[in-house]
């Protein structure tokens, strides 16, 4: 197909809805169109939300998360940057153990909430001021495409969003030095007595203050509203790992553990 008109769009957007509601593989934006740019895999993906949101199936939207934040992570997908996707009501668990209904992969990561609404870009020494608390972070991502995702798959899809667990949420008043204590953290990741990794927390980006104002400055940039409250997560410390049937431990030093049964 030589154009990604906006029939097209529609198209696969209901289908993708479809396969939500079915809890079947997402079919590939590529596939139908393979000279799909970023740009064009955004409006593809404000559409689904647009569509996810209206159909309720996943609730309402609750935030925002960053993922690709890794070179490693970029390369792999073929995308030269970072990107974003949106968090609904039921991609946020509370239950410790997880019946999953396709593959995934487990990540460790720090949740924010805002204290009031965003309308303009930020810059990283003020970012700290936006936050009223913190706290520590378990995604559990899913691609959960039919084919081999490229960065351009993801974005279309929601950016592998599926489902995430958070820990004891953590208050600020709005500190100046809010992200010095974060970005010194130990993050380790278990599965059983197995560590999968051992990480700093600041290993992301230029830091969490930074990944957090690269977060909140490209949801602006992509047409979506950040209001008070709104749930911002910047991306995992740490390689994503495929997930098997076990219990895995995150242990986020000073802020607790989260511990999650798959």
């Given at each position: 197909?030589?154009?990604l008109s ?5 198209k696969?957007t ?8 079915k809890?079947?593989?997402y079919p590939?934006l590529t ?5 799909g740019t970023?740009s064009?895999?955004y409006?593809?993906?404000q559409i689904?939300?647009n569509k ?5 199936v996943?609730?309402e939207i609750?935030g925002?998360?960053?993922?690709l ?9 073929n995308?030269?940057?970072?990107i974003?996707g949106v ?8 239950s410790e153990?997880?019946?999953i ?7 460790t990561e720090f949740?924010y909430?805002?204290?009031?609404e ?10 700290h001021?936006?936050?009223s608390?913190y ?5 559990i991502a899913?691609?959960?495409?039919q084919?081999r ?8 899809t929601?950016s592998?969003?599926y ?9 600020t008043?709005?500190?100046i030095s809010l ?6 953290l130990t993050v380790?990741l ?5 560590s999968l990794?051992t ?5 992301m ?6 990944a957090?104002?690269?977060?909140i400055?490209?949801v602006?940039?992509r047409?979506y509203p950040?209001?008070?409250g709104?749930?911002?997560m ?6 994503a ?6 219990l895995?431990q ?8 989260i511990s999650i049964?798959i």
């Amino acid at each position: 197909m030589s154009e990604l008109s906006q029939q097209t769009m529609q198209k696969f957007t209901d289908d993708l809805i479809d396969c939500e509601q079915k809890s079947t593989a997402y079919p590939n934006l590529t596939e139908i169109y393979p000279k799909g740019t970023v740009s064009q895999a955004y409006m593809v993906q404000q559409i689904f939300i647009n569509k996810l949101a209206s159909s309720r199936v996943l609730g309402e939207i609750i935030g925002y998360k960053a993922a690709l934040t890794a070179r490693p992570a970029q390369d792999a997908m073929n995308i030269g940057e970072a990107i974003i996707g949106v968090l609904f009501q039921k991609n946020q668990v509370t239950s410790e153990s997880l019946l999953i209904d396709r593959q995934v992969a487990v990540e460790t990561e720090f949740g924010y909430v805002t204290n009031t609404e965003i309308i303009d870009p930020v810059i990283s020494h003020d970012v700290h001021k936006l936050i009223s608390s913190y706290c520590p972070v378990v995604e559990i991502a899913s691609p959960n495409l039919q084919k081999r995702p490229t960065g351009i798959d993801l974005i279309s899809t929601n950016s592998a969003t599926y489902r995430f667990i958070q820990g004891k949420s953590q208050s600020t008043e709005e500190q100046i030095s809010l992200f010095d204590p974060l970005d010194n953290l130990t993050v380790e990741l278990k599965m059983g007595d197995e560590s999968l990794h051992t990480e700093s927390s600041g290993n992301m980006m230029f830091g969490q203050a930074d990944a957090l104002t690269w977060l909140i400055n490209e949801v602006l940039k992509r047409g979506y509203p950040i209001p008070k409250g709104s749930f911002l997560m910047t991306g995992s410390i740490g390689p994503a790992h495929p997930a098997k049937k076990g219990l895995y431990q995150a242990d986020f030093s000073d802020l607790g553990s989260i511990s999650i049964s798959i």
